[in-house]
Structure formats: C-alpha cells, structure tokens
C-alpha cells in the first residue's frame, strides 16, 4: 500500500480531474472571502451571467481597508468604503454568510475561520489572500488565490492547480523561556531564506510544534508563505479536536464523534517520502527580530546584523540597499536601537493569546515615553475577551491604544501607517519597504518581544525585561 504524506491525503481526496501533463481539477471546501480581491470577481460573474454554485460554501468579512477606530460611522476613504458596500450587495445578491463591520462575528478572515469553527482538518481552503496559509495548522490543504481565481471558485468551486512538492520541517526539544511560536518561524525562515520553500508545501512536525497551542500553531502556518512555500500545515492531534469542540460551525453529537474519528486518519504515513526535509533543535531558538526588507532578514534580538563577508555582486548591493532602508549597518548589534512604535495585531498574532501575552507581561509597568503602541484584535470575539478579562485596562493603563478589528497597521491599506523613517516593532508577517506605510521601517517579532520593546523604547531581549 502507498505510503502517503498528511498533505497527500488530503489532495487526493479532493482532486476531480487530472490533466494529463497539466494541472489538477481541485475541489475547494471553504472560501473565504474580503473587500479587495471580491469585487472584480463578483463584477466578471455578473458579465457572464453567472450565479456563485454554492454560496453556503463562502464566508465574507470586510478587514484590509476597514478603519479601526469609529467603525459604527461611515467610512471616510472613498475607495475603502466603496470595496465595502460593494461587498455587502454582492453577499446580498448570492446568499452569501457576511460577517460585516460590527456585527458579533467581525475580524480579520483568517481569524474567524477558526474561531467560528469553519476552519476543520481535511479541508480545503482558498481566499484572495496569501496568508490563508494559517488554516494549514488545523491539518487543512489552505492557500492564496488571485482575482480571477476568485471568480473560477464562485463559478465551480473548484481551481485548476498543480500539486506542489511536499517538505517537512521537523522542530524537536523543548523552547526555552521567553520563546515563542512566532520566534520558531522567524528562525527557520532566517535559516532557509525567504525563498527556501518556493514550490513546496510544508509539514511542521516534532515534539516542539505538537507542544504548541492552536494559535501559535497558526502563526507558524501564517508565515509559511514568507519563505516562498505555497502552505503549510500540522497534523491534527487532541489539542486541534479542543479547540474546535463545541464552536458554532463545528460538527455536534454523533457528527463531532465520527468527525473526530475520520480527523485521527490525518497524518502522515510511517515511511512516506518528502521532497525535502529539514530538522531543527528548539534549544537553538531563542527570541528573533528582523533588522531588514524580507522576512528571512532574521536574527537573535542578542545578535549582530551580519557581515558583508563572502557576498558579492548584486547580493551585497541589494543587501546594502535593505540595510540602508532601514538606517543599520553590517555587523552592528541590534540589541539597543531606539524605536518609535509598536504593533501587535495582524492574522499573525491578533488573536486572544497574543494579547494575554502582552497584557501580562506590561501589567504595572508603563510604555517608553518615545514608543506609540498600538493593539488591534483581530476579530470582535477577541475585543469582547479581552475586556472581559481585564486586559483591555491594563493595557491602557500601560499607555497602550485598543483599536477596532482589522488588517490595520500590518499593510497599511487603511489609516493605520507607520510614518516615513520611524521605526515599528510588529507582530504582523512582513517587513518590506513601505509595507506598514512609505517609508516605515518594521522590525517582526513576537508579542513578548514586542511588550518589551514597548516597555524599554528600545530593542531588548524580552528575557532580561520581564
């Protein structure tokens, strides 16, 4: 019998058609949709004639352009208002679940999948958005589509798509203190480039990403995309079943038990093949920031930006060019820089666990008074949390801004930017140029890093801080 990896399985049993030297015929369970890639979608059906197959397979939220502060009032930018409205006639008109502005189920997309429960292992997922990578961590095949594949999904719930190559990352050991899931990515993502992945999808195994929560599982899922892989995903296990038990779109009573018992089939065979494999010690990591223009611009928060040595041509040119964006030079310490903000939110780190995180570790302190420090959660579910437990007041006790849900600060596409020149230290997934405003420069860390920079108004190990 064919040994069969965890994303095998899962390809398999939603492939319709094989093309012959070309793509496959692939069945998507779940879409999910948003305010910017929707429209010209939803425009192109209606050219056609074309009514959206099965809508009860959509999900919609507004999250890219939205505000995150006055969100009961009308939305100033013109074009984001207009995505918006476009939105809410278009889920309108074919029957589709929306999730609008306000209502109790708000957020980032790739938060409330999950959080609702319409995020489940063995499924296929797709969104006009490159992060939906983070559903992988459920043990889901989930990844980023263009426009018109957009529209080739409303149509047919289905996508022309190449089965991509298949690595394994195995992560054994156990973190040290003060380290987290989105440290693990960093690391690995600064050991195998920001390209090391490109055309792969990526198995996260071993005793130290078993150990991990559901969320933090789904930081490390979130940036599988910044290291070129196409996904990535984690064989579902109890602590996936405990998350999704009892949420509103996962299945109930005899359901839930045959569910659980199909799920528990979703794992990687003894013996089958990758194309690639990597293997990394969790003692090797230790809390992780980025000081250039790509995610895999990586180092410890204790280490030097790395030398010019042994680079040559147009690497040491375009690694100068990054290095001088963000006003470092090779070889100095990181460890000490001043910096002017600080965000915590994104589908990277928005959800309640990264928000406890900060709110314990600033309890009683106070922010730098160089630092402005905003916290935006990534769905309504997690507002509503942390004001039920307190967080909220301590964290505005500490100096800190709650805002409205929403991408915000993590691209910049709505009011929340970053200034020319300052610098940000962000929980979100990406550093390029102008990414959180023109001319921002964005540091990527951990929440925990993130509280600490916000205390001390400067790069510090969070370990030494708290």
Known sequence: ???????????????????????????????????????????????????????????????????????????????????????????????????????????????????????QPGMTIVCGDSHTSTHGAFGAIAFGIGTSEVEMVFATQCIMQSKAKKMRITVDGTLGKGVTSKDIILYIISKISAAGATGYFVEYAGSAIQSLSMEARMTICNMSIEMGARGGLIAPDETTFNYLKGKQYAPKGEAWDKAVADWKQLKTDEGATFDKEYNFDAEDIEPMITYGTNPGMGIKVI?????????????????????????????????????????????????????RAVAGFVKGKKKADNITAWIVPGSREVEKLAHEEGLVKILEEAGFELRQPGCSACLAMNDDKIPAGKYAVSTSNRNFEGRQGPGARTMLASPLTVAAVAVTGEICDPREVF
């Not at 019998?1 to 095998?8: A, P, V």
């Not at 930006?305 to 040491?316: A, L």
């Open 303 to 355: 280490g030097n930006i790395p030398s010019t040595e042994g680079m040559e041509g147009s690497n040491k040119k375009t690694y100068l060019k990054s290095l001088d964006y963000m006003g470092f030079a090779p070889g100095e310490a990181i460890k000490g820089k001043k910096v002017d903000f600080v965000f915590v939110g994104s589908c990277t780190n928005g959800r309640i666990e990264d928000i």
């Open 1 to 119: 019998m064919e040994k069969k990896t965890l994303f095998d399985k899962v390809w398999d049993a939603h492939v319709v058609k094989s093309v012959q030297d070309g793509p496959d015929v692939f069945f998507i369970d779940k879409h999910f949709i948003h305010e910017v890639t929707s429209p010209v979608a939803f425009l192109n059906l209606e050219k056609r004639g074309i009514d959206v197959m099965f809508p009860e397979r959509t999900v919609a939220t507004p999250d890219h352009n939205v505000p995150t502060i006055d969100q009961d009032k009308t939305i100033k930018d013109k074009l984001s208002r207009m995505q918006v409205e476009k939105l809410r006639e278009n889920c309108k008109k074919h029957g589709i679940d929306l999730h609008d502005l306000g209502s109790a189920h708000h957020g980032i997309v790739h938060v409330i999948g999950p959080e609702l429960g319409i995020t």
